[in-house]
């Protein structure tokens, strides 16, 4: 599809896909489908699908922060999903996708990372959030910030013993305090789209993705894109955002 | 291969996953799995899972690197960082970069390159879950995928690894025996003429004893073929 | 289960070589002939080719085809045809009038990002050139475009262009179907025209998909 179609579409109040502005695509979750990792997830929105795998590891505890779990959250946006992704260490948009869902999880407080203290100041549990898109139809924030949290909820904590992780036994699950989603809203002219597809986030002005906690509370944020936002229309994203984050955590 | 422990990998027949010394492990495969892609396909044995994607024939870029009477492939296998026991860090390592060679050299021979000169054909194999036999497993995926994209083909490539354990003669090797193994051969063939593509060793064996895996391998991966072209066929039923 | 017509994968023998000759999407080896895609067999006056189900264009001659312009040249333009290997469109195929084109700006004629229906005069190697001299060549204006896998166009015209006329007359649209697998559509129904092409691009090897057409189109 062409951009001019798309915007013309738009602009008449269409989708190509014939979709309402605030409505999502098809979503379908499915957890623990990667044996290998302690947690994993794979969410398809749309044609839109990204695998999450996490990982528990043992390292060293940030200095500032001595009795706390680490967690590192990375995304490759490797060229098998897209003809537009490169081969290569990550780009600026997988970076941002990572550190997006990243803030999402840490400052909502997902994770308890104090449980995850092993000896304080020396040693503590690594969590890694491998982000793998593998094929890409626009949204790949929602897809890989719900994909992240749904295998955090499946992860399990391995058994230690005598400094050697045992993997193939559980000590405890991962423990988690809170749930964040994340929803990003697009705005072209005077629309605001939910879930856009590929084509359309290619002709946006801009958008916003709003991590949102259980109690409504947003713990994390990102504007994107080429054009500036108006205060009101700040303001209407957001809470557009905070309506159809309660959707999508009923799928969890 | 190279390491050593004191379990038995195989007893009284059995293998420790229960098989017999020349079975192989659960196969599961599905093509056209990528939208994006040109061609695509999912391929698990037991407990490893690739996915493959192509595509092309595209445009090459820099044209320095066209070749003026056929396309080139190009190919890159990556193992996602959560796939093996112990994370490993994304990009590619050495082993990965030699396996996307050994990989291509083992797909190259099958494809019919000359019909699209100064163009590219893009491979690309992800490893989801390692448990042993990953280069082999990719392998069926890319070949799979190739057919799902329309690369007018010689014949498909299979791929399965060979090997000893314990002293006894094994087909599909997973993870564990891998590690612990006296050899393990993975191979790849193109199954009308029986043509390898692909035959790499590592370990310790006597030239009939390799000779032997090969034979075996070669037949037991008409079971492989059959997965393959039912996969192709049941993208097109309803 | 809906009746497929008979599959065949690369590598598959499909008969001897003393029984027909070989045509497209087939090789010969050892005496027999040998398909090289995924696809459907089809035998024409003892000539066996296999369609493909799947795959890029591949340009010939005379193939009258849906391009973009991408680029605007000195003498010409670059055209995408949706295959592997950009196009030309030479100043002397598009033009009549003598142009100088050294004082000229060509863009007048055609520019980056207009759609034409032309075709393709000559293939060598990774070289295609287009000519837009035949009376059907223009510029199309307006409308849609979309891409279906190239070897589906036959399906999607249908015998004596029944299948395509069928959508038209149906959905009250122009659509023109460039052998390279570009669509073009423009009309009042024209998302149900390509509903209608979609389908028929996913169900290209089911018999009795004419029918699931026409009941799609009296909706």
């Not at chain 1, 979750?29 to 990792?37: D, V």
């Not at chain 3, 005069?121 to 001299?133: E, N």
Request: proline share 5%.
């Amino acid at each position: 599809m062409r951009p001019e179609y798309v915007i013309k579409l738009l602009e008449s109040g269409e989708r190509i896909d014939e979709r309402k502005f605030d409505a999502f695509r098809d979503i379908k979750i499915e957890t623990g489908i990667i044996k290998r990792a302690e947690g994993s997830a794979r969410v398809k929105i749309g044609k839109t699908d990204v695998i999450v795998g996490i990982k528990t590891e043992i390292g060293e505890p940030f200095s500032d922060m001595p009795n706390m779990g680490i967690l590192k959250t990375e995304a490759e946006f490797t060229p098998i999903a897209s003809p537009d992704f490169e081969s290569g260490p990550p780009g600026e948009d997988a970076t941002e996708l990572a550190r997006i869902v990243d803030r999402g999880i840490r400052e909502s407080g997902c994770i308890d990372l104090e449980k995850l203290c092993i000896k304080e100041g020396e040693k503590a549990w690594q969590i890694f959030v491998d982000i793998q898109i593998i094929n890409h139809d626009g949204n790949l924030i929602d897809a890989s910030a719900l994909a992240a949290v749904a295998a955090l909820r499946v992860t399990r904590v391995p058994k230690l013993e005598d400094d050697k992780i045992i993997r193939d036994k559980t000590e405890m699950k991962l423990p988690l305090l809170h749930t964040p989603i994340t929803v990003t809203v697009g705005k072209f002219s005077d629309k605001f789209i939910i879930d856009p597809l590929k084509e359309e986030e290619e002709i946006l002005d801009s958008k916003i993705s709003v991590a949102v906690m259980e109690d409504g509370k947003i713990c994390a944020m990102q504007k994107s894109g080429e054009s500036s936002l108006s205060m009101e229309d700040a303001n209407e994203m957001i809470d557009l955002a905070v309506k159809k984050s309660k959707e999508m955590r009923k799928l969890l | 291969m190279g390491m050593k422990t004191d379990e038995k990998l195989i007893m009284n027949g059995k293998r420790l996953d229960g098989r017999k010394k020349d079975e192989i492990r659960e196969i599961e495969m599905k093509v056209g799995v990528i939208p994006n892609a040109n061609g695509s396909a999912q391929v698990r044995f037991g407990d490893t899972v690739a996915i493959a994607g192509v595509y092309g024939p595209r445009p090459l870029f820099p044209k320095h690197l066209q070749e003026s009477d056929r396309a080139i492939i190009k190919c890159r296998y990556n193992m996602a960082p959560f796939s093996v026991e112990e994370r490993v860090r994304p990009g590619p390592s050495r082993r990965a970069i030699e396996i996307s060679k050994v990989t291509r050299l083992a797909l190259e021979p099958a494809l019919f390159l000359e019909d699209y000169p100064e163009t590219v054909v893009d491979v690309y194999i992800e490893i989801l879950q390692a448990d042993g036999s990953t280069r082999v497993t990719g392998i069926n995926a890319a070949s799979l995928a190739l057919a799902d994209a329309g690369v007018p083909m010689k014949d498909l490539v299979v791929a399965l690894s060979g090997g000893k354990i314990n002293d006894t003669l094994v087909l599909d090797l997973c993870g564990k025996e891998d590690n612990y193994s006296d050899a393990d051969i993975p191979i790849a063939f193109m199954p009308r003429k029986k043509e390898i593509t692909l035959l790499q060793m590592d370990g310790e064996l006597t030239p009939q004893e390799i000779k032997t895996i090969i034979k075996n391998v070669l037949k037991a991966g008409e079971e492989v073929y059959k997965k393959q072209k039912e996969a192709l066929m049941k993208k097109y039923e309803e | 289960m809906a009746e497929t017509r008979e599959i065949v994968i690369p590598g598959e023998v499909l008969c001897d070589a003393k029984e027909k000759k070989p045509s497209y999407g087939t090789f010969i080896e050892d005496g027999k002939i040998i398909s090289k895609f995924l696809g459907i067999p089809r035998d024409s006056a003892g000539y066996l080719s296999v369609v493909p189900l799947s795959g890029v264009y591949l340009p010939r001659g005379n193939d009258k085809i849906i391009g973009f312009i991408t680029g605007v040249e000195k003498a010409g333009w670059m055209v995408d045809i949706n295959a592997p290997w950009s196009a030309f469109l030479p100043l002397s195929e598009a033009v009549d009038e003598f142009i100088d084109f050294k004082k000229t700006d060509i863009s007048r004629f055609y520019d980056v990002n207009d759609v034409i229906y032309a075709q393709v005069s000559d293939v060598k190697r990774g070289d295609v050139v287009l000519s837009m001299r035949n009376p059907m060549a223009r510029k199309l204006k307006d409308g849609v475009t979309i891409k279906i896998t190239p070897s589906k166009v036959p399906r999607l015209i249908g015998k004596e262009g029944s299948m395509i006329n069928a959508i038209k007359e149906k959905t009250g649209t122009i659509i023109r179907v460039g052998q390279n697998g570009v669509v073009w559509i423009s009309g009042e129904k024209t998302d149900k025209a390509i509903k209608a092409i979609k389908l028929i691009e996913k169900k290209s090897h089911i018999i009795g998909l004419t029918d699931e057409i026409t009941e799609l189109l009296s909706d």
